[in-house]
Protein backbone atom coordinates (compact mmCIF):
# COMPACT_ATOMS: atom_id res chain seq x y z
CA UNK A 1 0.00 0.00 0.00
CA UNK A 2 1.12 3.35 -0.93
CA UNK A 3 2.00 6.08 1.69
CA UNK A 4 -0.85 7.87 0.84
CA UNK A 5 -3.60 5.24 1.28
CA UNK A 6 -1.81 4.37 4.20
CA UNK A 7 -2.51 7.88 5.53
CA UNK A 8 -6.04 7.59 4.64
CA UNK A 9 -6.55 4.54 6.40
CA UNK A 10 -4.92 5.52 9.87
CA UNK A 11 -7.11 8.63 9.43
CA UNK A 12 -10.64 7.39 8.82
CA UNK A 13 -9.43 4.42 11.52
CA UNK A 14 -8.39 7.48 13.87
CA UNK A 15 -11.93 9.21 12.99
CA UNK A 16 -13.66 6.55 14.38
CA UNK A 17 -12.13 5.73 17.12
CA UNK A 18 -12.15 9.14 18.34
CA UNK A 19 -15.99 9.40 17.57
CA UNK A 20 -16.40 5.82 19.04
CA UNK A 21 -18.09 7.14 22.54
CA UNK A 22 -20.70 9.57 20.81
CA UNK A 23 -21.80 6.62 18.52
CA UNK A 24 -25.26 5.28 19.11
CA UNK A 25 -23.92 1.81 19.69
CA UNK A 26 -26.85 -0.02 21.73
CA UNK A 27 -26.57 -3.61 22.96
CA UNK A 28 -30.11 -5.56 22.13
CA UNK A 29 -31.77 -6.63 25.86
CA UNK A 30 -31.32 -10.23 26.41
CA UNK A 31 -34.56 -12.50 26.80
CA UNK A 32 -33.55 -15.98 28.94
CA UNK A 33 -37.16 -16.93 27.47
CA UNK A 34 -39.39 -16.49 25.27
CA UNK A 35 -42.07 -16.42 27.45
CA UNK A 36 -40.73 -13.43 28.47
CA UNK A 37 -42.04 -11.52 25.03
CA UNK A 38 -45.82 -11.06 25.76
CA UNK A 39 -45.17 -8.59 29.12
CA UNK A 40 -42.14 -6.48 26.22
CA UNK A 41 -45.24 -6.45 23.48
CA UNK A 42 -47.57 -5.34 25.68
CA UNK A 43 -45.19 -2.76 26.84
CA UNK A 44 -44.56 -1.48 23.73
CA UNK A 45 -47.87 -1.95 22.11
CA UNK A 46 -46.54 -3.43 19.30
CA UNK A 47 -49.83 -6.06 17.78
CA UNK A 48 -50.41 -8.95 14.65
CA UNK A 49 -52.48 -6.07 13.22
CA UNK A 50 -49.57 -3.24 13.57
CA UNK A 51 -47.43 -5.93 12.06
CA UNK A 52 -50.14 -6.30 8.67
CA UNK A 53 -50.19 -2.63 8.53
CA UNK A 54 -46.67 -1.73 8.54
CA UNK A 55 -46.24 -4.61 6.02
CA UNK A 56 -48.97 -3.18 3.82
CA UNK A 57 -46.98 -0.09 3.83
CA UNK A 58 -43.87 -1.61 2.37
CA UNK A 59 -45.90 -3.28 -0.25
CA UNK A 60 -47.73 -0.11 -1.25
CA UNK A 61 -45.57 3.01 -0.42
CA UNK A 62 -47.40 5.70 -2.22
CA UNK A 63 -51.43 4.41 -0.49
CA UNK A 64 -52.03 6.06 2.91
CA UNK A 65 -53.35 3.71 5.23
CA UNK A 66 -56.79 5.14 5.30
CA UNK A 67 -56.98 4.52 1.47
CA UNK A 68 -56.44 0.50 2.41
CA UNK A 69 -60.05 1.16 4.34
CA UNK A 70 -62.28 -1.73 2.95
CA UNK A 71 -61.34 -4.74 0.61
CA UNK A 72 -58.62 -5.66 -1.01
CA UNK A 73 -57.04 -2.53 -1.69
CA UNK A 74 -53.43 -3.93 -1.24
CA UNK A 75 -53.15 -6.53 -3.80
CA UNK A 76 -49.45 -6.86 -3.77
CA UNK A 77 -47.53 -9.23 -1.43
CA UNK A 78 -45.96 -8.07 1.99
CA UNK A 79 -42.74 -9.12 3.69
CA UNK A 80 -42.81 -12.04 5.45
CA UNK A 81 -44.93 -11.68 8.12
CA UNK A 82 -45.01 -14.36 11.33
CA UNK A 83 -47.67 -14.01 13.64
CA UNK A 84 -47.31 -15.26 16.96
CA UNK A 85 -50.68 -14.55 18.83
CA UNK A 86 -50.01 -13.69 23.14
CA UNK A 87 -54.00 -13.87 23.43
CA UNK A 88 -56.12 -16.35 22.68
CA UNK A 89 -59.14 -13.61 20.92
CA UNK A 90 -58.43 -12.00 17.51
CA UNK A 91 -57.66 -14.80 15.28
CA UNK A 92 -55.31 -12.32 13.46
CA UNK A 93 -53.25 -15.27 12.85
CA UNK A 94 -55.30 -16.80 10.63
CA UNK A 95 -57.34 -13.86 8.76
CA UNK A 96 -57.16 -11.58 5.92
CA UNK A 97 -57.90 -8.46 8.39
CA UNK A 98 -56.25 -5.98 9.95
CA UNK A 99 -58.28 -2.80 12.56
CA UNK A 100 -56.89 0.16 11.96
CA UNK A 101 -57.65 2.96 14.48
CA UNK A 102 -57.47 6.81 12.90
CA UNK A 103 -55.83 8.51 15.95
CA UNK A 104 -57.30 11.92 14.83
CA UNK A 105 -60.88 10.70 14.11
CA UNK A 106 -61.03 7.97 16.92
CA UNK A 107 -62.25 6.05 13.70
CA UNK A 108 -61.81 2.11 13.81
CA UNK A 109 -61.57 0.57 10.43
CA UNK A 110 -60.94 -3.08 9.13
CA UNK A 111 -58.83 -3.06 6.06
CA UNK A 112 -59.18 -7.22 4.18
CA UNK A 113 -56.74 -8.22 1.86
CA UNK A 114 -55.72 -12.10 0.76
CA UNK A 115 -51.85 -10.81 0.98
CA UNK A 116 -52.75 -9.94 5.02
CA UNK A 117 -52.92 -13.37 5.81
CA UNK A 118 -49.66 -14.11 8.02
CA UNK A 119 -46.93 -16.99 6.60
CA UNK A 120 -46.26 -18.82 9.78
CA UNK A 121 -48.88 -18.71 12.94
CA UNK A 122 -46.69 -19.96 15.83
CA UNK A 123 -49.78 -21.31 18.52
CA UNK A 124 -47.59 -21.17 21.98
CA UNK A 125 -49.87 -21.16 24.85
CA UNK A 126 -46.58 -20.92 26.85
CA UNK A 127 -47.03 -17.16 25.37
CA UNK A 128 -50.75 -16.59 27.21
CA UNK A 129 -50.58 -17.58 30.35
CA UNK A 130 -48.87 -14.04 31.29
CA UNK A 131 -52.03 -12.76 30.20
CA UNK A 132 -54.56 -11.45 33.54
CA UNK A 133 -58.04 -13.26 34.32
CA UNK A 134 -60.41 -10.20 32.68
CA UNK A 135 -58.46 -10.09 29.54
CA UNK A 136 -58.29 -13.55 29.48
CA UNK A 137 -62.10 -13.50 29.54
CA UNK A 138 -62.74 -10.49 27.23
CA UNK A 139 -60.21 -12.07 24.47
CA UNK A 140 -62.02 -15.37 24.76
CA UNK A 141 -65.20 -14.10 24.25
CA UNK A 142 -63.92 -12.32 21.53
CA UNK A 143 -63.08 -15.55 19.56
CA UNK A 144 -66.41 -16.80 20.74
CA UNK A 145 -68.16 -13.99 18.91
CA UNK A 146 -65.78 -14.61 15.75
CA UNK A 147 -67.29 -17.76 15.69
CA UNK A 148 -70.85 -17.05 16.45
CA UNK A 149 -71.51 -14.23 13.98
CA UNK A 150 -69.28 -16.12 11.26
CA UNK A 151 -72.03 -19.44 11.67
CA UNK A 152 -75.32 -17.19 12.06
CA UNK A 153 -74.10 -14.66 8.72
CA UNK A 154 -75.04 -16.30 5.48
CA UNK A 155 -72.29 -16.56 3.60
CA UNK A 156 -70.88 -19.84 5.28
CA UNK A 157 -69.51 -22.84 3.87
CA UNK A 158 -68.74 -26.79 5.09
CA UNK A 159 -65.23 -25.71 6.46
CA UNK A 160 -66.00 -22.33 8.11
CA UNK A 161 -69.37 -24.08 9.82
CA UNK A 162 -67.15 -26.72 10.77
CA UNK A 163 -64.28 -24.38 12.34
CA UNK A 164 -66.92 -22.06 14.11
CA UNK A 165 -68.15 -25.56 15.72
CA UNK A 166 -65.28 -26.59 16.98
CA UNK A 167 -64.51 -22.80 18.35
CA UNK A 168 -67.45 -22.92 20.09
CA UNK A 169 -66.91 -26.17 21.44
CA UNK A 170 -63.26 -25.22 22.28
CA UNK A 171 -64.49 -22.28 24.48
CA UNK A 172 -67.48 -23.59 26.30
CA UNK A 173 -65.21 -25.74 27.69
CA UNK A 174 -61.79 -24.06 28.34
CA UNK A 175 -62.15 -20.22 29.07
CA UNK A 176 -63.82 -20.69 32.30
CA UNK A 177 -60.54 -22.97 33.38
CA UNK A 178 -57.97 -20.55 31.41
CA UNK A 179 -59.90 -17.64 33.67
CA UNK A 180 -59.59 -19.45 36.47
CA UNK A 181 -56.39 -20.23 36.32
CA UNK A 182 -53.95 -18.34 33.72
CA UNK A 183 -51.29 -21.32 34.34
CA UNK A 184 -53.54 -23.67 33.15
CA UNK A 185 -51.64 -24.68 29.98
CA UNK A 186 -53.82 -27.33 28.49
CA UNK A 187 -56.86 -24.88 28.74
CA UNK A 188 -54.75 -21.73 27.45
CA UNK A 189 -53.39 -24.48 24.46
CA UNK A 190 -57.19 -25.13 23.69
CA UNK A 191 -58.32 -21.31 23.97
CA UNK A 192 -55.49 -20.72 21.31
CA UNK A 193 -56.85 -23.50 19.39
CA UNK A 194 -60.40 -22.11 19.32
CA UNK A 195 -59.01 -18.37 18.81
CA UNK A 196 -57.40 -19.44 15.23
CA UNK A 197 -60.09 -21.82 14.06
CA UNK A 198 -62.86 -18.69 14.95
CA UNK A 199 -60.32 -17.28 12.94
CA UNK A 200 -60.19 -19.33 9.85
CA UNK A 201 -64.33 -19.23 10.08
CA UNK A 202 -64.98 -15.27 10.49
CA UNK A 203 -62.06 -14.86 7.59
CA UNK A 204 -64.34 -16.11 4.89
CA UNK A 205 -67.43 -15.85 6.41
CA UNK A 206 -67.33 -12.15 7.66
CA UNK A 207 -68.28 -10.88 11.27
CA UNK A 208 -71.26 -8.93 11.92
CA UNK A 209 -72.86 -6.06 13.84
CA UNK A 210 -71.56 -7.13 16.94
CA UNK A 211 -68.01 -6.42 15.62
CA UNK A 212 -69.47 -3.26 13.78
CA UNK A 213 -70.25 -1.93 16.40
CA UNK A 214 -68.24 -2.74 19.06
CA UNK A 215 -65.48 -0.91 16.58
CA UNK A 216 -67.39 2.23 16.60
CA UNK A 217 -67.12 2.67 20.63
CA UNK A 218 -63.51 0.79 20.31
CA UNK A 219 -62.23 3.90 18.16
CA UNK A 220 -64.14 6.46 20.17
CA UNK A 221 -63.78 5.56 23.88
CA UNK A 222 -60.87 2.65 23.79
CA UNK A 223 -62.90 0.42 24.85
CA UNK A 224 -61.18 -2.81 24.89
CA UNK A 225 -62.58 -4.79 21.51
CA UNK A 226 -63.59 -8.14 23.13
CA UNK A 227 -64.99 -6.34 26.45
CA UNK A 228 -67.19 -4.59 24.07
CA UNK A 229 -67.84 -7.84 21.77
CA UNK A 230 -68.76 -9.43 25.32
CA UNK A 231 -71.55 -7.05 26.32
CA UNK A 232 -73.01 -6.62 22.81
CA UNK A 233 -73.68 -9.69 21.35
CA UNK A 234 -76.28 -11.22 23.80
CA UNK A 235 -77.93 -8.06 23.02
CA UNK A 236 -77.44 -8.12 19.42
CA UNK A 237 -78.35 -12.38 19.06
CA UNK A 238 -81.62 -10.95 20.89
CA UNK A 239 -82.44 -8.51 18.22
CA UNK A 240 -81.63 -10.83 15.20
CA UNK A 241 -84.99 -13.03 16.82
CA UNK A 242 -86.24 -15.92 14.66
CA UNK A 243 -83.97 -15.63 12.20
CA UNK A 244 -81.06 -17.16 14.48
CA UNK A 245 -82.99 -19.61 16.05
CA UNK A 246 -81.99 -22.80 13.86
CA UNK A 247 -78.11 -21.77 13.93
CA UNK A 248 -77.70 -20.72 17.74
CA UNK A 249 -79.77 -24.31 18.48
CA UNK A 250 -76.54 -25.61 16.13
CA UNK A 251 -74.20 -23.82 18.28
CA UNK A 252 -76.38 -24.49 21.65
CA UNK A 253 -75.60 -28.12 20.93
CA UNK A 254 -71.76 -28.28 20.25
CA UNK A 255 -71.64 -26.24 23.36
CA UNK A 256 -73.62 -29.09 25.68
CA UNK A 257 -76.38 -26.49 26.59
CA UNK A 258 -78.99 -27.98 24.75
CA UNK A 259 -79.55 -31.52 22.79
CA UNK A 260 -80.54 -32.37 19.10
CA UNK A 261 -84.00 -32.97 20.58
CA UNK A 262 -84.35 -29.65 22.21
CA UNK A 263 -87.15 -27.05 20.48
CA UNK A 264 -84.82 -24.27 18.38
CA UNK A 265 -86.25 -21.11 20.44
CA UNK A 266 -85.89 -22.94 23.84
CA UNK A 267 -82.37 -24.08 22.61
CA UNK A 268 -81.25 -20.04 21.12
CA UNK A 269 -82.74 -18.73 24.12
CA UNK A 270 -80.65 -21.08 26.78
CA UNK A 271 -77.29 -20.14 24.38
CA UNK A 272 -77.95 -16.37 24.57
CA UNK A 273 -78.25 -16.72 28.27
CA UNK A 274 -75.34 -19.19 28.69
CA UNK A 275 -73.00 -15.98 27.02
CA UNK A 276 -74.55 -13.55 29.66
CA UNK A 277 -74.34 -16.30 32.52
CA UNK A 278 -70.39 -16.33 31.51
CA UNK A 279 -70.15 -12.63 30.70
CA UNK A 280 -71.28 -11.88 34.71
CA UNK A 281 -69.06 -14.90 35.99
CA UNK A 282 -66.51 -13.07 34.36
CA UNK A 283 -67.15 -9.59 36.31
CA UNK A 284 -67.85 -8.11 32.60
CA UNK A 285 -70.77 -5.69 32.97
CA UNK A 286 -73.68 -4.65 31.27
CA UNK A 287 -73.08 -1.22 30.22
CA UNK A 288 -70.20 0.64 29.03
CA UNK A 289 -70.11 4.44 31.48
CA UNK A 290 -67.77 6.12 28.59
CA UNK A 291 -70.74 6.51 25.68
CA UNK A 292 -72.07 10.11 25.36
CA UNK A 293 -75.81 9.71 24.15
CA UNK A 294 -75.09 12.44 21.31
CA UNK A 295 -72.62 10.45 19.81
CA UNK A 296 -74.89 7.35 19.01
CA UNK A 297 -75.83 8.72 15.92
CA UNK A 298 -72.52 9.52 14.79
CA UNK A 299 -71.14 6.11 15.85
CA UNK A 300 -73.86 3.90 14.67
CA UNK A 301 -73.19 5.59 11.13
CA UNK A 302 -69.80 4.12 11.66
CA UNK A 303 -71.06 0.90 12.00
CA UNK A 304 -73.67 1.03 9.44
CA UNK A 305 -70.65 2.33 7.05
CA UNK A 306 -68.71 -0.83 8.14
CA UNK A 307 -70.96 -3.78 8.01
CA UNK A 308 -73.19 -2.71 5.39
CA UNK A 309 -73.09 -4.12 2.85
CA UNK A 310 -70.34 -6.54 3.50
CA UNK A 311 -71.33 -8.18 6.43
CA UNK A 312 -73.80 -11.49 5.62
CA UNK A 313 -75.52 -10.82 8.47
CA UNK A 314 -78.95 -12.43 9.26
CA UNK A 315 -81.24 -9.20 9.68
CA UNK A 316 -80.05 -6.44 7.70
CA UNK A 317 -80.65 -2.87 9.55
CA UNK A 318 -79.69 0.23 8.96
CA UNK A 319 -78.01 3.27 11.15
CA UNK A 320 -80.45 4.34 12.80
CA UNK A 321 -81.77 0.84 13.17
CA UNK A 322 -78.42 0.26 14.60
CA UNK A 323 -78.64 2.86 17.66
CA UNK A 324 -81.17 0.09 19.54
CA UNK A 325 -77.63 -1.62 20.36
CA UNK A 326 -76.14 1.51 21.97
CA UNK A 327 -79.54 3.53 24.02
CA UNK A 328 -79.35 0.19 26.23
CA UNK A 329 -75.82 0.41 27.59
CA UNK A 330 -76.91 3.94 28.48
CA UNK A 331 -79.99 3.50 29.99
CA UNK A 332 -78.89 0.42 32.13
CA UNK A 333 -76.70 3.10 33.51
CA UNK A 334 -79.06 5.71 34.71
FE1 LIG B 1 -62.99 -9.41 16.99
Redesign the pocket.
Known sequence: MNILKKCYCRTFQTAFRLALPFLPYRKPVLMPKISHLPAVLKQKGSSIDCAKAAGACIARPRLPLKKMKGILKIRRKLPLLIAIPTTA???SEATLSA?ITDSSTRHKYPINDFSLIPDYAVLDPRLTISLPPLLTAATGM??L??AVEAYIGSSTARDTRKAALKAVRLIFSSLEDAYQDGKNIPARKRMLTASYYAGCA?TKSY?GYV?AV?HSLGGAYNIP??LA?AILLPYVLDAYGPSVYKKLKELAVAAGLAGLDTPPQEAAKCFIQSIRQMKKRFGIQDTLPDILENHIPLLAKYADLEANPLYPVPVLMNAKELTRFYYPLLKQRQ
Open positions: GTGVDATHFVHAHGN
